[in-house]
């Protein structure tokens, strides 16, 4: 009977085939163990010489690695094996031998061969278990967003304009013009409200950031949400218990993956509500306390997010910047127009920022003026400001980084880990 592994313990004591690759190999005398993958999970088969035919025990020796392979035998109980269970095989089928031997071969590859072999790479164990807890993620946020009465509304990647940064566009040819890769679906999510009240997006953004941090990608998979009638205040109650949904939906389905990780999970299983607020103000007097030269009209770099969480285990919200170090779109606080109100989520560990998220000016005439004071094109944002035109509302979103997210989740270095394909500014291949 065919079967995928995810389903091996339904099939103890019953002679199976699995149809996948072989991931690994040693043999000792009489036997040999062949690591094996069908994409569902991981499982050893041992070929016991005085099970098989002479020729099936003598493929097994010549096995390549990565072969993709057909494989019957008997799931037996092995309580020593991470999935409890191990095949004990009777026949091997070869579907295709690998050609040369897998680059991928030893434990001690540096980062640049495996990014280079990047197409290869993600068929190791680690690899798939951060796409796996990626995944997770991703059907987590549909559902979570769903369940609070969010329809997905796809906004543009062309684009006129800039929605953040504009030093950070990524400009293309379009006919005989030119058009900007977009930064956030968030400006065309706002038309949005207007007809469903509650939205978000969720695909692929760009920034030509020249930045070499682990936390920087020039493509990375943006959501973001939106909503007609909430404030600041409820703007980060709909974030913390998004990300509280996220991660117990993280510990629901991929403690295997996580423990493939060494992720220490207790750390994501203490988890708290409400998550800490501090101003911008507060994390800046507290920074100052613990050596940064941060001072009050500054945005907060990699290494402040760095020092305000590296001893948490749940994130914290830092709100209200300086307007000036923020973007035009976002509303100012009436009691104090210096500040912004929005607010940055910095996860915990150390990670930093995984979400910004805002109130957002609502009134014409204010975000006709900041359109002008940020030297941005008024006609270009004509249709933006058109919202504030027709039954203007107060309105608040937020968008996330996913593979910030899948990064803290699964306790690695680098953010490029958590895109199968990374692009960065050193790297667009393969
Ligand atoms: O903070 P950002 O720039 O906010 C916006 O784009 C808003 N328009 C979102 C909104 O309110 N709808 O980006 C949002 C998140 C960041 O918090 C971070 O997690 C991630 O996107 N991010 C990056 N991730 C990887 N590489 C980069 N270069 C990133 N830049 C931002
Ligand atoms: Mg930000």
Redesign the pocket.
Known sequence: MDIRLIDAKNHLDSPVRISGWLAGKRSSGKLHFLQIRDGSDFIQGVVFQGNVSPEVFERAGSLSLESSIRITGTLVEEKRSPTGVELQVTDIEVVRASLEDFPINKADHGPDFLLEHRHLWLRSKKQWAIQRVRNTIIYATYEFLADQGFIKIDAPIFTPTS??DTTELFEVSYFEDKAYLS??G?LYIEAAIFSFGRVFDFGPVF?S?K?KTR???TE?W?M?AEMAFVDHKGNMEMQEQLVYFIVQKVLEKNIYELTILERDIEKLRSLQLPFLRMTHKEAVALLQTMGSSITENDDLGAEDETLLTKDRTSPIFIEKYPYAVKAFYMKKDPENPFYALCS?MLAPEGYG??????QREDDYEELLKEIRAHNLSESDFQWYLDLRKFGSVPHS?????L??IVTWMCGTHH?REAIPFPRTMYRITP
């Open positions: 929605c953040e930064q956030s968030q920034r950031e930045s936390r920087h990608l990375f943006m973001d940055d920022e995984i979400f910004g998220g805002s979103g937020f968008g996330f980084g593979e910030r953010v």
